[in-house]
């Protein structure tokens, strides 16, 4: 009965669509920043005002309630380690500090939001569509010379509609999974799987980088597991197929794009990274316990590359790698604390139906693919990164725990 009931309020409704709507522009103004913290500072302030309504109406938060046991949990399991760095590091960026209470509001109004119009679901479909689009706009570049608005391509790297190619293929590596999880949240058929896979996979390879690559792929995985594995009867063969499928997508890409053969030929990267990885464990030593402070880390760093005479021609204002740069950062502090956000989250998936787990997919691997320790492109404490880290936080604190009383 407890599933009849949940499937059956779980109906879109017009009230859904357009509760999705909006909140898919909060992902779509990456593209234009200004916008973007406009609509970051609405959804905080909206959520200050329900957290009020929350503590006057129940005198307490909901102890029954997992969304406001598990985000509140998150935000201190990060952010604590942050305010702890500041005993010995106290000249740092105040936004990449202070702005995590205000991207906790944000994230609890995208939860009240999301569960009081079943808005999940539309939400995940709009997404895909967004994500589409921007990899089409991509390709459309580099195909034709100009993008969908008919604007030439004045540039050597793709960009779509982001400022710089950096920000799209790092936001790109995020959000292009969200079609692939969606089409298994709604049921699509297998020629609708295999079509989409190899546009998304197609276009990543085509159109953004290295680093972007490795993000990505990790975020796939679960996918062709859930989609080609899992349902086969006999699992050797799509095991042998799938492998041989994506590295035939590889071969041909790298026969016909120009953009994907220099992309590989950026053998020197990898050593850069390597180097630089290299050099973070000597701050790493000499920070170890509460860390160099969030802000810090690029002064530091340039002192201590120039000591030892490496030129990197990579980003150094950041650790290039999301382990390191917590651990530089906040120190062991704040990797524990990171295991413990991600613990929160686990247990709450661990608690889910199947239902709730199938819905949380699209909007939960997005976040996988951010704080995956292999993501290697901009920085963890980074402001607009945090910000939507808790938005897809959000979403998938709220698609899990959907209808929860029901269960």
């Known amino acids: 009965m407890a599933k009849v009931a949940l499937q059956a309020s779980t109906q879109i409704s017009p009230k859904s669509w357009l509760l999705a709507f909006c909140l898919s522009l909060f992902p779509a103004f990456l593209v234009v920043p200004s916008v973007f913290w406009l609509l970051c500072n609405s959804l905080a302030l909206l959520g200050i005002f329900m957290l009020l309504g929350l503590l006057r109406h129940r005198g307490t938060f909901n102890t029954a309630d997992k969304a406001l046991q598990v985000l509140p949990r998150c935000l201190l399991f990060i952010w604590c380690p942050i305010l702890f760095a500041l005993v010995d590091s106290p000249i740092v960026i105040s936004q990449q500090i202070w702005g995590y209470p205000l991207y906790a509001s944000m994230a609890l109004a995208v939860v009240v939001i999301l569960r009081s119009g079943n808005a999940v679901k539309p939400l995940a479909i709009l997404l895909s569509w967004l994500s589409g689009i921007m990899l089409f706009n991509g390709v459309s570049q580099l195909a034709l010379g100009m993008d969908m608005l008919n604007r030439p391509f004045n540039t050597q790297q793709v960009t779509s509609f982001f400022t710089s190619h950096d920000d799209y293929s790092f936001y790109m590596g995020m959000m292009a999974v969200i079609p692939l999880y969606t089409l298994y949240l709604v049921g699509a058929n297998r020629l609708s799987h295999l079509l989409m896979t190899t546009f998304v996979v197609s276009s990543l390879l085509i159109t953004t980088n290295l680093s972007t690559w490795l993000m990505s792929f990790w975020a796939i995985l679960p996918y062709l597991y859930v989609v080609y594995l899992k349902p086969s009867k006999r699992p050797i063969v799509p095991m042998v197929v799938v492998p041989l499928w ?10 016909f794009s120009t953009q994907a053969q220099q992309t590989m030929a950026l053998g020197g990267y990898l050593h850069d990274i390597s180097n630089m990885w290299h050099l973070n464990s000597e701050l ?20 201590l590359s120039n000591n030892a ?72 404490y980074s402001p607009q990164l945090a910000a939507i880290s808790f938005f897809f936080l959000a979403l998938s604190i709220a698609a899990l725990t959907q209808h929860s009383e029901q269960q």
């Not at 994506?246 to 026969?255: D, E, G, N, S």
């Not at 790493?284 to 340039?302: K, S």
């Not at 709730?356 to 997005?366: G, I, R, Y």
């Open 246 to 255: 994506l590295a035939a997508m590889f071969f041909v890409v790298q026969q």
């Open 284 to 303: 790493l030593a000499a920070h170890w316990f509460n860390g160099l402070g969030v802000g810090n880390f690029e002064a530091a760093f340039t002192s």
């Open 309 to 380: 005479q490496l030129p990197l021609e990579i980003d150094i204002s950041h650790p290039n790698n999301v382990l390191l740069d917590v651990l530089v950062s906040t120190g062991v502090i704040g990797f524990l604390g990171l295991l413990l956000a991600w613990a929160a989250m686990w247990r709450l998936w661990q608690q889910a139906l199947p239902m709730q787990k199938k819905l949380a997919l699209p909007v939960l691997m997005p976040v996988v693919a951010m704080w995956w320790p292999i993501n290697i492109s901009h920085s963890f």
